[in-house]
């Protein structure tokens, strides 16, 4: 079951005493058999949890290189459906993998929330976290959601309040993706110690692992928040290896750069044994 999939990975990654590395890359970009084989890099590379971008005209809250990598995926003409297939496939091979889809509210509305959870369900997706869909507008995706086990991810920053973790919390299930600076991806890096009070705050409210992410690039930064944190997310820097291969002529440089970045992150998380607080 999908939120049980989400679980055990946070289960066994507690079990050794380490937190979670969650990559980003956009579906379809450049093009799907190419994600396809990210998507495998990224799993045989260290991955936990892999965030699966549903290309957007107007994403509002992502920075310059995931701004890019949804134009190059729509320039490809990379559905929401389209990447629905793109999970389903890596699903066929790869049973406990989570898979979560990022994207935003409008072309999910435009397919209708029973329609779209239930193409996500059948796809093997076990949740989402829909970046312009807050708590009080979420009702439906909800209900359609509870009905096929599907994690509802919901955001936090530094600037939420404990009352309105409360908010952000209620009906979230799988994990908490708390925004370590306030901006858009890629914008620069948070200090941990920043931070800390806040990822502290929203585990002990939610009752979920909380993982950080925006402005994490290497392994130096991801281990540092691997010490406040259950979880680190990465992304920009992940989908900059599809720019360069795309600029290169040569498409495998995204699996193999991919590859390679999940491999050093991962091993910097796993060197870092988390404190008492962060398990």
């Given at each position: 079951m999908p939120v049980s999939r989400i679980t055990a990975r946070f289960d066994k990654a507690k079990a050794?005493?380490?937190?979670?590395?969650?990559?980003?890359?956009?579906?379809?970009?450049?093009?799907?058999?190419?994600?396809?084989?990210?998507?495998?890099?990224?799993?045989?590379?260290?991955?936990?949890?892999?965030?699966?971008?549903?290309?957007?005209?107007?994403?509002?809250?992502?920075g310059p290189a995931i701004q890019k990598a949804g134009l190059r995926s729509l320039a490809a003409g990379t559905t929401l459906k389209d990447t629905l297939a793109l999970a389903k496939r890596f699903r066929e091979d790869d049973p406990d993998t989570p898979l979560i889809l990022m994207g935003y509210a409008n072309p999910v509305h435009l397919m209708g929330y029973e329609t779209f959870a239930e193409a996500a369900s059948q796809a093997g997706v076990d949740g989402s976290i829909i970046v312009d869909l807050p708590p009080e507008e979420d009702a439906p995706l909800r209900a359609a959601y509870a009905t096929r086990d599907l994690a509802v991810i919901r955001m936090a920053t530094p600037t939420t309040t404990e009352s309105r973790m409360k908010t952000v919390a209620e009906n979230a299930s799988g994990f908490v993706y708390y925004v370590a600076i306030a901006g858009i991806t890629g914008a620069g890096s948070a200090d941990p110690e920043d931070i800390r009070e806040g990822v502290d705050m929203a585990r002990r409210v939610s009752g979920l692992p909380v993982c950080v992410g925006f402005g994490v690039k290497n392994g130096e930064q991801a281990a540092a928040m691997a010490h406040i944190a259950d979880g680190v997310v990465v992304g920009s820097a992940f989908v900059d290896n599809a720019k360069t291969a795309q600029e290169s002529g040569d498409l495998g440089l995204a699996a193999s750069g991919m590859g390679r970045l999940a491999k050093e992150l991962s091993e910097a998380i796993r060197s870092v044994r988390l404190e008492p607080s962060a398990t």
């Open positions: 050794e005493n380490r937190a979670v590395l969650v990559a980003y890359l956009m579906a379809g970009d450049p093009d799907l058999e190419t994600s396809y084989e990210a998507l495998c890099a990224l799993r045989d590379n260290g991955a936990d949890i892999i965030e699966l971008g549903a290309p957007f005209t107007d994403p509002m809250a992502d």
